[in-house]
């Protein structure tokens, strides 16, 4: 009988090698080069690899982390139902995030099972370890600096990837992303967030030298048919029984074809969620990613990922997290303005679902969450707004009219003492009809001289926060 160490690492199993240590180096490689081992639990266990006369292995594990007693577990990790996906990460896809097993299957795999002496595959798949890569020494290892950087790789993790949509010469074209993907570790890495002066976890990776994509996830044969019930749309072509690695990326073609409804959501596990209840969602790595910023003209256009689907006009609906957290709150909210606001500028109507917010401060509610307990997601997109109804909710204020704004010119401003001020007629140009106004100038402009002969003196609020700022009940008057 064959044994080999395993030793147990955020409740999974990792071989050890012939000194008692995870594999974290190569042979060549010196042992412990750079190495961290807080991260890791002392506890083992040991695995009788030995299979029976079916192949399949024994339904035998000890673990010794039991002091007392010896406890035993079934098969180990590993589930004929789902070969590719650890127990754990089952759970946490199919229960925690409701999303359906096929869905699942087909989109995500574990990378928790490594080969002793050998680097986890995750190096791999996150462009950390590869021939011609500028983190691999002459002897074919990895410097210490990017060791220490990923060694939560050898925890494992899952993996997931999709779909890219093109449009060539009236054609709709789809192919499996091969570049880019997300992956989550069972242990996060840490990274020092110098804004706030405290270290966060990564929760999710990329792999490094590639832009950002959109996750466009291949949904099982259940899933299709809930779209096609929702939608009434015919699924031309579609064949029974659904063969999903010839007939999935055909999905996509068929949604931009018969202009379905979109939902933008962010990450994997909320777009997969979503399209087992039904519906074509595509996963934003983040709440702005669905569009990009030129660093030189500043402007912002649509993430080229989404260009095909704006051949047709359709419905697209926003459903990212509902957040409690202020300045996360305003954040969600900006990003949506942003992206939905480029959306209708491309001739799209566009709507925003607004999930329950939890009545705890520093809560969220996502949408794989809402569903998973049982929550009606139909009815919260039977029911939601547009975005300019949902702005106007957001904002509280009249929705601005473009031509009610003006910019003071230069040549306008008055110059005291080698100084520039606002004209002092600038609000007599304002209609007294107007019910809000907002003045945005620079500090020491002259606004609140401006505004002060308006405002009775009982009426004035100066914001304590910077001193300057001053609020008028009374003329309806915001000036910063």
Known sequence: MVYTTFKRINGKLMPLDKDGLPPLYLPGQEPNQGIDKKIFPSATVTVQQEGDKSGKPNDLLEDNTTKNKKQRIKKGSINYDHPTITDAHWEELTVESAIDPETARLNFISLDFNTPGEYPDSFSYLNVYGENNKNVLANGTLDAYTLRKHQNLFAGGWWVSGVELHYNKGVFLAKKMEDWGQFKANVARQIFDKTKNRT???KYESPSGVLARILFLTPGGEAWKKVF?????HVKGLKNPYNPHTEGQKFWIWVAQN???VIICEGAKKAAALLSQGYAAIGLPGISMGYRKDTETWI??????ISALLINKRDWYFCFDAETKPTTRQNVNAAISRMGGLLMQAGQKVRVICLP????????MGVDDFIASGGDFHGLFQNAPTLIEWRAAWTRVLTLNENKHWIVKREEMQEVNGKRYLPSDLLKRIPES????GI???MGSGKTEIVAPLVAPDKVTINPS???NMVSPWTGMVIT
């Open 200 to 202: 966060k976890p990564v």
């Open 300 to 305: 912002r256009t649509l993430h080229p990922d």
């Open 259 to 261: 202009k379905i409804p």
């Open 466 to 468: 910077s001193g300057s």
């Open 357 to 364: 917010t939890p009545k705890n401060l520093g809560d969220k």
């Open 434 to 437: 107007e019910l809000l106004v």
């Open 440 to 442: 945005k100038a620079p």
């Open 229 to 233: 019930h929702n939608f009434k749309v």
